[in-house]
C-alpha cells in the first residue's frame, strides 16, 4: 500500500514529469523517431506495458518488445528514454566505452552508492584499482578450505530429503551455504547461517529484490523524496537492516581499529609498513581484513566505503552464486545423462576424497565448468544491465548522444541461433568445447558483464560453486519432475525459476 500523499504534491509530481518529459523528448527527439519502439504516453512513456503484470508476465514484456522490434529499439519510461541493444557489436562497443563506465540512474535505487555495483564511475576507478588485488589467484585458493567446510555443512542439512519421494526446493539450502560462504571469507566470522538464522536473511534480501524491481517499473516512485513517502520504503529499509545486521556487528567489533587506522594515517611515515609482501596466503585472507589495511595504506576507504564494500559483496556475492548453483542442479537432475558424466569426471580428478577438494583440483574440472558456463548461457542471473552514456556512443545503427540510458541484452544475445546455432534454446554443455568457443564471438556470452566494469568475484563464484557441486555429487544423485519447457521464468532484478529448483535426491552408496 502507499501511503496517502496530499494532492498538491501529486499535482506538482505530474507537472514536473510533464515538463520532464517535454524537454527529454525535445533534446532526443531525433533518435526516439528513428528507432523503432512500443507506443508512449505523455508523461507515462510505455511504463504501460507493465502495469498490473507479475514478475513472470513483466520479464515476458522485456522479450516480447526486443523481438517485435529490431536491436536497436526503444522504450520510455516516464521522461527517460532507454535503447535496448542485443546485438554482439554493439555490446562489446558500448561494454568498452569510456563513455559507458556510469551504471544507469536506477541503481541508486540499491542504496550502496559507493560499492563496485553501483558506484559512480569516479569512486569505481579508484575502488577498482586497489581492491583487485584482494581477488587474485593465491587470495583465493585460501578460501578452499572454508568452501569445503560450508559444503559439507549443506549436505548433512540435506539429509532430511534423502531417499524420499517428495520433491523440495534445493535454493532453500544452497542459499543459505553461499551466505555462509561469503560471510565466513568476507566478514572472517562464523555467523552459522545454515539453519533457521540464514532464512530470516534469505527472505529479506529476496523481499528487497522484488521492492526493487517494483520500484523499477512505477515511473512515479523513481524520485526519492516520492519514495520514502510510501510504505513500500519502510518495509526495504527493514529488510536492509536485517540483511545488513551481520557486517554491522562485525564492523562495530573493528571499530576501535578503523579509529586507530585514521589514527595511523594522520601520522603515517614511509617506513612504517612493508612487510605485507611476506605474506604466505596460508591461512584465509579475509576480505574485512584486506579493506581495513587498504584504509590504513591509502586514504581512499573511509567507514562509508567499507560499509558499501561489504554490503556489496555479501548481497551480490551471495545472490549470484546460490542462483547460479541452483540453477545448476536442476539443469543436472532433468539431464542425469549429464549428471552421470560430470560426477565420473569429478572422481577421476579427485580420486576416493570427493570431499576434500584442493585448489589444484579445480582447473581439471573442465567438463564440470562446461555445465557451469552452459547453465549461465541459458539462465543468467544479470539478463539484462544498464549503463547511462556520458558522451555520444556510435554504434552499428545509430549513435546514441548523451544522457540515453542503454539496455544490454544478455539473456538475448546468450540464446542468438546467430551464435549458438539452431538449438540455442537446449541445455547442451558441449557449446563450450574449447573449438567452439574459440569460433564464436567474443561477447556472446556475458554471465559476468564484460570490459573493464565486469564483476570483480568471478572466479570466486566459479570455484566456489565447484566446491559445493563436488560435495554435493559425491553424496547424492539429484532427480527432478520438471522438464525445459516447464521452466518459467521471472525477473526480481537477477533472473529467477518461478516454479523453484524443485529436485528429489538419492543417497550415494
Known amino acids: 500500500m502507499i501511503a496517502p500523499v496530499p494532492f498538491v504534491i501529486v499535482i506538482v509530481v505530474v507537472l514536473v ?9 525535445r533534446k532526443l527527439f531525433k533518435l526516439s523517431s528513428e528507432l523503432a519502439g ?21 520479464f515476458r514484456c522485456v522479450l516480447d518488445i ?29 561494454l568498452n566505452s569510456q563513455h559507458c563506465l556510469e551504471k544507469a540512474d536506477v541503481y541508486r535505487f540499491f542504496q550502496c552508492e559507493t560499492g563496485l ?40 542439512q540435506l539429509g532430511s530429503h534423502e531417499n524420499r519421494s517428495s520433491l523440495f526446493n534445493v ?54 523524496w516520492i519514495y520514502r513517502m510510501t ?44 612487510n605485507e609482501a611476506t605474506d604466505t596466503y596460508r591461512k584465509p585472507q579475509i576480505y574485512i581484513d584486506q579493506l581495513f589495511r ?24 551471495n545472490e549470484t552464486s546460490a542462483l547460479t548453483l541452483s540453477h545448476v542442479v536442476l539443469m543436472l537432475a532433468i539431464h542425469e545423462d549429464v549428471q552421470q558424466r560430470v560426477y565420473e569426471e569429478m572422481t577421476a580428478v579427485l580420486g576416493g576424497s570427493c570431499t576434500a577438494v584442493e585448489n589444484d583440483h579445480l582447473p581439471r ?26 558522451g555520444d556512443v556510435k554504434i552499428s545503427q545509430t549513435t546514441i548522444p548523451r544522457g540515453v540510458t542503454v539496455v544490454l541484452g544478455i539473456y538475448n544475445v546468450q540464446r542468438d541461433e546467430k551464435h549458438w546455432g539452431p538449438a540455442a534454446e537446449v541445455f547442451n554443455p558441449d557449446n563450450f568445447l574449447p573449438e567452439r568457443t574459440e569460433q564464436r564471438h567474443p561477447y556472446c556470452f556475458l554471465p559476468f558483464s564484460a570490459g573493464p566494469r565486469n564483476c570483480i568475484g568471478y572466479r570466486y563464484g566459479l570455484m566456489s560453486m565447484k566446491v559445493m557441486l563436488c560435495h554435493l555429487l559425491a553424496a547424492y544423485r539429484f532427480s527432478t519432475d520438471l522438464t525445459m519447457e516447464q521452466l518459467s521464468l521471472k525477473l526480481d532484478i537477477t533472473l529467477k525459476i518461478a516454479n523453484k529448483h524443485m529436485v528429489r535426491i538419492v543417497k550415494r552408496k
Open 17 to 25: 514529469y510533464w515538463i520532464l518529459w517535454r524537454l527529454e523528448r
Open 38 to 58: 512500443p507506443y508512449d504516453f505523455p508523461l507515462i512513456g510505455s511504463a504501460h506495458i507493465f502495469f498490473g503484470k507479475s514478475t513472470a508476465e513483466q
Open 66 to 94: 526486443s523481438k517485435t522490434y529490431r536491436s536497436p529499439c526503444r522504450v520510455w519510461l516516464g521522461p527517460k528514454l532507454f535503447v535496448f541493444i542485443d546485438n554482439a557489436d554493439d555490446l562489446q562497443v558500448v
Open 171 to 224: 535454493y532453500e539450502y544452497i542459499a543459505k551455504c553461499t551466505l555462509d560462504m561469503v560471510c565466513a571469507t568476507t566478514l572472517g566470522t562464523n555467523m552459522q547461517l545454515q539453519n533457521e538464522k540464514g532464512d530470516e536473511y534469505i527472505a529479506a534480501i529476496e523481499r528487497a529484490s522484488e521492492l526493487l524491481n517494483h520500484r523499477l517499473y512505477k515511473v512515479w516512485l523513481h524520485p526519492e
Open 117 to 156: 555495483f553501483s558506484a559512480p564511475a569516479s569512486i569505481w576507478r579508484v575502488h577498482r584499482k586497489h581492491l583487485n588485488p584482494c581477488f587474485n589467484a593465491k587470495i583465493l585458493a585460501s578460501f578452499v578450505s572454508i568452501f569445503n567446510e560450508k559444503s559439507d555443512i549443506l549436505v548433512k
Open 294 to 317: 587498504l584504509a590504513k595504506e591509502t586514504d581512499v576507504f573511509d567507514e562509508r566505503a567499507i560499509w558499501d564494500e561489504i554490503d556489496t559483496i555479501i548481497l551480490g556475492g
Open 365 to 390: 574440472l573442465a567438463y564440470m565448468e562446461m555445465v557451469l558456463k552452459e547453465t549461465m548461457r541459458l539462465f543468467p542471473v544479470g539478463p539484462v544491465i544498464a549503463r547511462q552514456c556520458t
Open 231 to 274: 510504505s513500500f520504503y519502510k518495509i526495504q529499509k527493514q529488510c536492509y537492516a536485517t540483511a545488513y545486521k551481520m557486517s554491522r556487528r562485525v564492523l562495530a567489533l573493528k571499530s576501535n581499529e578503523l579509529a586507530e587506522v585514521r589514527h595511523r594515517n594522520a601520522i603515517k611515515s614511509v617506513a612504517g609498513d612493508e
